[in-house]
């Protein structure tokens, strides 16, 4: 299975060390490879540019930027190297990648002074000033020199991350970062990558490998991963030939009040396209016709309160529970979810206004069952664990809720992070801005119910989750565009998602 390890920027002298004497490959061969493939990419993203500057610094970053810069001149394109070294101790490998480019009469300009950095009209530049080496916020000269180049207007790609911007946490930097238009990062995304406070700098990323080798990338821990198909589809459970709708699951969702009933109706249109076998969907009586009309195939089950949820009599024949979109606030509400939790000790998720009572009332938390879902959005998850600092200091509190509860905390988010109670975070990879409305949150609630329902393990319908909730706004951007994208047509599009990954699914199973 492909690797989807977020290792830490500093674990990766090992795996460097590791691919050296084990693959073996020398260390000026791995630069060579890494910085090859970076080459490629940048031709790929700039395929009319014929102008580039390379900024290099001292370091094996650098050291990459000398390799490009001599890569792009065989090309024959035309190549400018600002060497920005303070002082001429460069890390070997890039002092003989400057001398190579140099030798084969590469243009190389040496800058002490910032005002002497003058990038060429129409350039593209490429950032190898820093990279995962940084361990400290960059001041002084090379500081200067981030500012000079982020007043500029020429397009900025970074070899392997921006400089100045620290792999994982960024919170105590104060130092010059630049601002890359384009990332592409070496082997595995920096954790700093995930954070939308880091999005400035980081502009659009992706992921070259560079051949690390697999036995250290398989076995070196990570507490990060990142999702992407291969990894998520393998875990979606296929239904047999025999499977018949009482094998598939039994989803109740309790949604909605008198004032809320769309998002009853999102989720249950999330629900009941994602493979459950039956689907009850339990609301307040007034609301009984609405859901019948909506999602014909739902049986409706309704409160005795005529206007929002206050309890639930029959849980026997149920799988699992998705509670909390829509249903408000009230007392009434309150005590209905604390009769359910006093007795449910099975797969649930919670959303919404559920989690909106849970933060109101700590003891509600405590008879949360063990690996429950929780599905907050940062408000939400502000108002269960505290305010965060910044989106690494929140990340933590992520990990530390869902330990300390022993629940899944999917916080919603351009890379929406599922926590585990073992402490290991998974960042999903699929979605996009159009997504970010009022109901989308509804849909991706019904889904995981109806993955929990029908066999799922709360981590496994968590990521499933989350990553075809995503995949399917992406295809609707793609049709509609992100303003016209509707929570509504995220779950209409799930079914052609489902489809993907069982397809991918069956021909591994080939
Ligand atoms: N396996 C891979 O992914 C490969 C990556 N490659 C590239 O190598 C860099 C990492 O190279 P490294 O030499 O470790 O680090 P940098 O180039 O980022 O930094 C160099 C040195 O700079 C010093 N430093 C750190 N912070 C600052 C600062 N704020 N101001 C001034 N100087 C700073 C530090 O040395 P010190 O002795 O001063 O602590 C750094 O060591 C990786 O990003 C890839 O681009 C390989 O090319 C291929 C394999
Ligand atoms: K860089």
């Known amino acids: 299975m492909k690797n989807n390890k977020i290792f830490k920027t500093s674990d990766l002298q090992k795996l460097d060390k590791y691919t050296i004497e084990n693959e073996p490959v020398t260390s000026l061969d791995l630069m060579e490879r890494a910085a090859t493939v970076f080459t490629e990419k940048l031709l790929i993203f700039f395929p009319n540019s014929h102008i580039f500057n390379i900024l290099a610094g001292s370091g094996n970053n650098g050291g990459d930027g000398y390799v490009v810069a001599r890569l792009l001149h065989q090309k024959g394109l035309n190549v400018k190297a600002f060497g920005l070294h303070e002082n001429d101790c460069l890390s070997p490998d890039c002092a003989v990648n400057r001398k190579r480019f140099i030798d084969m009469g590469g243009c190389y300009i040496e800058v002490k002074n910032p005002d002497n950095l003058q990038p060429d009209e129409n350039s593209v530049l490429v950032d190898a000033i820093f990279g995962a080496g940084l361990n400290r916020p960059v001041t002084g000269f090379l500081g200067d020199i981030i500012h000079r180049i982020n007043c500029l207007s020429h397009p900025v790609v970074a070899i392997d991350m921006p400089s100045g911007l620290m792999g994982e946490d960024n919170g105590e930097n104060n130092g010059a970062i630049i601002k890359a238009d384009y990332t592409f990062t070496f082997q595995f995304p920096k954790l700093a990558f995930m954070f939308p406070e880091n999005v400035v700098y980081v502009g659009h990323w992706e992921v070259l490998d560079i051949r690390l080798h697999p036995i250290i990338l398989r076995e070196y821990p990570a507490a990060y991963y990142y999702l992407t198909e291969e990894v998520v589809a393998s875990r979606l459970l296929i239904p047999g030939k025999f499977s018949h709708k009482g094998t598939l699951g039994n989803t109740l969702l309790i949604v909605g009040s008198y004032s809320m009933m769309g998002a009853a109706m999102l989720a249950a249109k999330g629900a009941i396209r994602s493979g459950t076998g039956l689907l009850s969907v339990h609301v307040p009586r007034k609301l009984k016709e609405m859901i019948h009309l909506s ?32 249903i408000g606030t009230s007392p009434v509400t309150a005590e209905g979810i604390r009769q359910l939790l006093s007795v449910w000790r099975g797969k649930i998720v919670l959303d ?92 991706l609630t019904g889904i995981i119910a109806a993955l929990l329902a029908s066999g799922h393990s709360s981590l496994d319908a968590a990521i499933i989750g989350v990553y075809a909730h995503g995949w399917a706004g992406d295809l609707v951007a793609e049709e509609q565009g992100m303003r016209g994208t509707r929570a509504g047509d995220i779950a209409d599009k799930l079914g052609w998602v489902w489809k993907k990954m069982e397809t991918y699914n069956m021909a591994k199973q080939r």
Do not use: W
């Not at 929140?394 to 351009?414: D, E």
């Open 295 to 326: 999602v014909p195939e739902a049986l409706v089950e309704v409160d005795r309160n005529e206007f929002c949820f206050s309890g639930v009599d029959n849980l026997s024949r149920i799988q699992a529970v998705g509670i909390g979109s829509g």
């Open 352 to 443: 919404a206004d559920a989690l909106n009572l849970l933060a109101a009332d700590s003891g509600l938390l405590e008879l949360l069952p063990k690996g429950a879902v929780l599905t907050p959005h940062p408000k939400e998850f502000e108002r269960l664990a505290g305010k965060s600092v910044n989106d690494f200091d929140r990340l933590n509190k992520l990990s530390t809720f869902a330990s300390l509860h022993q629940v899944y905390v999917v916080l919603k988010g351009a890379h929406t992070i599922i926590a585990t109670p073992e402490g290991e975070c998974y960042f999903n990879m699929t979605g996009n801005p159009g997504m970010a409305k009022g109901g989308a949150g509804d849909v």
